[in-house]
């Protein structure tokens, strides 16, 4: 089978379209025939080694957790499926190795969910990372009912579905973004502010009392401000920064696979109440570029590699 991969760490040129056995399959396990491959930071940076001590990379890798396709063969004990089934899955495994940007994936059972009819594959592959990460934040952090929330990163694949799931439990949203993506935060239901020097002044012009929960998915300084907007007992959650536990009791989180959630999800985005912003699809052969297009780190949406 044809994939992409890369057999030492390194930058975007360490990748290279090669061909590949047939995954294997375990008793709990689907081969899926790849339809579509959601990208994500994340890919990258384990291609360049930042997590080495924290997930294993057996090389040649072939990077990607996102996947939506169809069951080509089913393991001995995975009576949740049937060959022809239509998936789309988190399909991350404790070892990196073989990933979704690829014409075959092997696909813990765990971590599949069929998908809805009326879900396009490349909307269903652009769901499973950033929906659960934006879920799972909401969740911990208790978002609920009349909640003002502040999201860092908001025009981003994960800020994009948080802004509309703290929307759908009744919160009020801040968002920030640069400028040219304000009308699009308008449009997801957020308000949207500026990063950068002043976001405590502009937050706190719509929120004088302070915010409720403080959403970081951009990282950096991100965190930087928030002794300033949030409110007293108010709850963050980051996925970038620790500080977010260690500084302000809240949740440092990593997503989990959690199939009962990615369900939910397809079902809200197949019903129209979720919308799922793709912002460009790439064959799986410009796949590298596809990367290097997520890499300069100013998408909105998710890129999806179709197969």
């Known amino acids: 089978m044809k994939a992409l991969t890369y057999s030492e760490f390194g930058g975007n040129d360490r990748f290279e379209i090669t061909e590949r056995d047939m995954p294997h399959i375990g008793p709990d396990t689907l081969v899926v025939r790849v339809v579509a491959a959601g990208l994500n930071p ?3 940076k384990v291609r360049e080694g930042y997590l080495q001590g924290l997930i294993d990379t057996h090389l040649p890798a072939v990077p990607g957790w996102d996947v939506a396709g169809v ?14 089934d239509e998936i ?5 495994a404790d070892l ?7 014409e075959y994936m092997a696909v813990p059972v765990r971590t599949a969910t069929r998908k809805p009819e009326n879900l396009g594959f490349t909307e269903a592959a652009a769901i499973p990372l950033t929906g659960l990460t934006a879920l799972q934040s909401i969740e911990r952090s208790g978002v609920g009912e009349g909640a003002t929330v502040l999201i860092h990163g908001a025009a981003g694949g994960v800020g994009s579905f948080g802004i509309q799931l703290a929307r759908l439990r009744g919160a009020r949203v801040i968002g920030t973004a640069s400028e040219r993506n304000h009308d699009y935060l308008r449009e997801l239901g957020a308000a949207p502010v500026t990063y ?3 976001l405590a002044e502009r937050v706190r012009a719509l929120a004088p009392e302070g915010v409720d929960v403080v959403l970081d998915f951009a990282g950096g300084g991100s965190l930087d401000s928030t002794a300033e907007v949030l409110r007293e007992g108010g709850r963050v959650t980051s996925i970038a920064d620790p500080r977010a536990a260690s500084e302000f009791g809240g949740n440092y989180i990593w997503v989990r696979p959690n199939v009962a959630q990615l369900a939910e999800l397809a079902q ?7 919308r799922v912003e793709v912002a460009e699809t790439f064959p799986l052969d410009d796949a590298a570029a596809a990367y290097a297009r997520l890499e300069e780190g100013h998408t909105r949406g998710k890129i999806v590699v179709t197969v």
């Not at 069951?71 to 022809?84: A, N, S, Y």
């Not at 809200?268 to 979720?274: C, V």
Request: aromatic share 8%; proline share 3%; hydrophobic share 40%.
């Open 196 to 198: 950068g020097d002043g």
């Open 268 to 274: 809200l985005a197949a019903d129209g109440t979720l």
């Open 96 to 102: 990196v190795s073989g990933g979704s940007v690829a």
């Open 71 to 84: 069951v080509e063969k089913t393991g001995l004990d995975t009576p949740e499926f049937q060959v022809g």
């Open 88 to 92: 789309l899955a988190y399909a991350r």
């Open 42 to 44: 994340v890919d990258y």
